[in-house]
C-alpha cells in the first residue's frame, strides 16, 4: 500500500497556525493531526487528547528515555513531543500525517526524515503578529513580549522548510496547505508499485 506523507507545519506564535490547521482538517479526510505531548499546563480552550495529551516531567522524561518521541524540543521552558507510534501506524495505513511543531523540532525531522513535506507559514506583518500575540487575551503581557521576541528567532529558520506561505488569508492559505500535500501525494517515486502493476498487467 502507498505510504501517507509526513508534512510539517510550523510558524511564529500568533500567525494563525491553529485556525489554518482546523480549516484544513475540514477539508480533507485523509490526513489525520498528531497530538503531541506537552509538560506545560493547559490554557482556556485547550482539551487533554485533542490540542495536546497533558504530561508530567517526569512522564515525558520516560518516553524520551525510551526512545518514542519523533522529536522533542523545550519552548518557553516547557517540554513539547511528537510521539512516534501514532505517527508510524498511520503513515503506514496510507494517510497523510501532519506536526504542527516549532522550528527546533522541526529541523529535527528534517534531519532524521529527508522526505518531509515541510511548510513555514508566515504572517503578513510583524505589526500583524503582534496585534494577533496581543489581542489573544489568555497571556500576561511578558509571556506576549517573549512569544513575539521569539518570533523573529523562529523567522530565522524560514527559509530551510520547503514551501512558505503568507498567511494573510486562513482559507486561502489552508488551500495551499492542501494543494502542497496534493503535490506530495503524486510524487513519482511513490508511485512505482502502481506503475510496476501496470507494466506486468496484460489486458488482451
Ligand atoms: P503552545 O504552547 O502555544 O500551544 O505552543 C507553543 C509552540 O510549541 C508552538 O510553536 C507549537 O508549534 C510548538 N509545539 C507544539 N507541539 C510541539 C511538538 O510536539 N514538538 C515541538 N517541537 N514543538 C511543538
Redesign the pocket.
Known amino acids: 500500500m502507498k505510504q501517507g506523507r509526513l508534512i510539517l507545519l ?2 511564529p ?1 500568533g500567525t494563525g ?1 491553529g485556525t489554518v490547521v482546523a480549516q484544513l482538517m475540514r477539508m480533507r479526510t485523509d490526513l489525520d493531526l498528531s497530538i ?3 509538560t ?1 499546563a493547559p490554557r482556556p480552550g485547550d482539551v487533554e487528547g485533542e ?2 495529551f497533558f504530561k508530567s516531567e517526569d512522564t515525558f522524561q520516560a518516553l524520551i528515555d525510551q526512545g518514542g518521541f519523533i ?3 523545550g ?2 521552558g ?1 517540554h ?3 510521539p512516534r507510534a501514532y505517527v508510524r501506524q498511520q503513515l503506514a495505513r496510507g494517510r497523510h500525517v501532519l ?4 522550528t ?3 529541523l529535527q525531522v528534517m534531519r532524521n526524515e529527508p522526505e518531509v513535506v515541510s511548510v513555514f507559514l508566515l504572517p503578513p506583518s510583524m505589526q500583524e503578529l503582534h496585534r494577533r500575540l496581543s489581542g489573544r487575551g489568555t497571556e500576561s503581557p511578558e509571556k506576549v513580549a517573549q512569544r513575539f521576541a521569539f518570533a523573529y528567532e523562529e523567522l530565522k529558520q524560514a527559509e530551510k522548510y520547503r514551501y512558505c506561505i503568507i498567511n494573510d488569508d486562513v482559507a486561502s492559505a489552508a488551500r495551499k496547505v492542501s494543494a502542497i500535500i496534493d503535490a506530495a501525494d503524486c510524487e513519482a517515486p511513490l508511485l512505482r508499485g502502481h506503475i510496476q502493476q501496470l507494466q506486468e498487467e496484460t489486458v488482451l
Open positions: 510550523s510558524a506564535s497556525k503531541s505531548w506537552t506545560r490540542t495536546y522529536e522533542f524540543a519552548v518557553y516547557k513539547y513531543g511528537t506536526l504542527e511543531i516549532d527546533q523540532g522541526a
